[in-house]
T-cell receptor, first 107, second 115 residues
Framework: QQPVQSPQAVILREGEDAVINCSSS?????VHWYRQKHGEAPVFLMI?????EQKGHEKISASFNEKKQQSSLYLTASQLSYSGTYFC????????FGAGTRLTVKP | GAGVSQSPRYKVAKRGQDVALRCDPI?????LFWYQQALGQGPEFLTY????????KSGLPSDRFFAERPEGSVSTLKIQRTQQEDSAVYLC?????????????FGPGTRLTVT
């Protein structure tokens, strides 16, 4: 079952913050986050494992609530380079990705 | 070091033709994945290899799709009798570990257009 992401799209000004959510109807053991720029391959951001763990990557961090079967990606003080489509992925070796959240950061 | 490479980058096929898409994973990566990505959508899982063993092919949409990785490195995704609905970007990814809890490195993809 494919995870559900929200919002579908968000537009920010440089320096603003954003939150992208990912929820699953199935029990989660890990959540992957990737960013894909137009015409390019998805690039790994981080993996979160069970336990409400939070991880960081520069000014991008994420949380994972296994009870709620949800993960959230936090982008702080966004930069122009953050623009792209963000995907969460769940599952085992048969990774299922959400439909993506298109993030646009404007000057 | 070299990342995941895929060839060809672009392929135009006439409906009914067979196509073969190649993936060269990062050297030494045990796990290899194939995904299909339609325009504006997330990657959809097709199949997974651990070394030369195809452990999961539950995502292959029909028996026209076939994947192999005979020596545990290079993989080929073959689509027989292509249909218009097969038009998509086909992504390959590899991972250094057997467990899913490790990052996947994606190739640039092959854009297949079936006319």
């Amino acid at each position: 079952q494919q995870p559900v992401q929200s919002p579908q799209a968000v537009i920010l000004r440089e320096g603003e913050d954003a939150v992208i959510n990912c929820s699953s109807s199935k029990a989660l053991y890990s959540v992957h986050w990737y960013r894909q720029k137009h015409g390019e391959a998805p690039v790994f951001l981080m993996i979160l494992l069970k336990g409400g763990e939070q991880k960081g990557h520069e000014k991008i961090s994420a949380s994972f609530n296994e009870k709620k079967q949800q993960s959230s990606l936090y982008l702080t003080a966004s930069q122009l380079s953050y623009s792209g489509t963000y995907f969460c992925g769940t599952g085992n070796n048969d990774m299922r990705f959400g439909a993506g959240t298109r993030l646009t950061v404007k000057p | 070091g070299a990342g995941v490479s895929q060839s060809p980058r672009y392929k135009v096929a006439k409906r009914g033709q067979d196509v073969a898409l190649r993936c060269d994973p990062i050297s030494g990566h045990v796990s290899l994945f194939w995904y299909q990505q339609a325009l504006g959508q997330g990657p959809e899982f097709l199949t997974y290899f651990q070394n030369e063993a195809q452990l999961d092919k539950s995502g292959l949409p029909s028996d026209r799709f076939f994947a192999e990785r005979p020596e545990g490195s290079v993989s080929t995704l073959k689509i027989q009798r292509t249909q218009q609905e097969d038009s998509a970007v086909y992504l390959c990814a590899s991972s250094s570990r057997r467990l899913v809890s490790y990052e996947q490195y994606f190739g640039p993809g092959t854009r297949l257009t079936v006319t």
